[in-house]
């Protein structure tokens, strides 16, 4: 059994922060679930552009707003308390932050490592263990 407190990630090299977010990983490829589990704070007022080409993400927001918009059809998504969004296409997308911070509770299959950042096109390679 794992159990862990998303509060011992806090300051370790398991929270990576970028000017437009902060993730805590907690669970990782390492830990041998077939998925990885993130606490990440989306910053009020930011804007991401993601494509997880290599990677299917489901995401719970718990507090804050913001919004997502599809950049192939343009569609634009309010986020919430309660909104759950899947990345089921690798669609790629814009993230931006509302005016509270998003905490959002995140699950990546294939898992991540730990060590991945957005790239300029906004992919998280396709890293293992052994390439980490």
Known sequence: MIVRNVKDVIGTDLEVKTDTWLSRRVLLAKDGMGFSFHE????????THIHYQN??????????????ETI??????ALGPGVVYALNEHDEHWLRGG??????????????????????DGVYPAMTEETA
């Open 55 to 68: 990677h299917l993400e489901a995401v719970w927001c718990v507090e804050g707003d913001g919004e997502i």
């Open 99 to 120: 005016k509270e911070p998003l905490r959002v509770i995140c699950v990546f299959n294939p898992p991540v490592t730990g060590l991945e950042v957005h790239d300029e």
């Open 40 to 47: 990440t704070v989306i910053f009020p007022g930011t804007e």
């Open 72 to 77: 192939a059809d343009g569609k634009k998504y």
